[in-house]
């Protein structure tokens, strides 16, 4: 059974995306920690939801994050801003994406384009995120030492 605690936040956009993976998750064996919003607003901002994600996720080591959005690039764009996020979008397409964003760059956020991805592709594309792990090649533990760096 999966041992990773998972914080989710979403805006409107992501609201629904962000019920049904919760459900998807916890049914895993996953803790899931929800950060809201917890209901729907159509008038409500990204960042109130997608910033406190990211830094529980950059405080608490062991963990990940997933946020929703209707594109998924805005929460990206937030949650890369705390020191030691690594956040990534995923909106459809090639799951290659998906991989390729845990081996080579180790993220810890998932983005979801909530508006672009369905129930189901978005179920593969957390199940095939949380289950790949970091190459640890040396070239990309290279870049990211790189990164952390830079954020210093």
């Given amino acids: 059974m999966p041992t990773t605690k998972i914080y989710i936040g979403s805006d409107h956009a992501g609201f629904k995306l962000k019920t049904i993976l919760e459900e998807y998750l916890k049914k895993a064996g996953y803790t899931v920690v929800d950060l809201g919003p917890s209901a729907y607003d ?17 405080k608490d080591k062991g963990c990940k994050g997933i946020v929703l959005g209707g594109s998924g690039q805005g929460e990206s764009l ?20 998906v991989t390729l964003s845990r081996e080579h760059n ?7 384009g909530a508006r672009f991805v369905s129930a189901q592709e978005a179920k593969r594309a957390v199940k095939l995120w949380l289950e790949t792990p970091f190459s640890e090649e040396a070239r990309h533990t290279r870049r990211l030492r790189k ?3 830079y954020e210093q």
């Fill in 147 to 149: 990164i952390a760096k």
């Fill in 106 to 112: 180790d993220a810890n956020v998932l983005s979801l």
């Fill in 42 to 58: 159509e008038d409500d901002d990204y960042p109130d939801y997608i910033i406190p994600v990211a830094q529980k996720v950059a």
């Fill in 78 to 97: 937030a949650a890369n801003k705390v020191k030691g996020i690594r956040a990534v979008v995923y909106y459809g397409g090639s799951m290659k994406i």
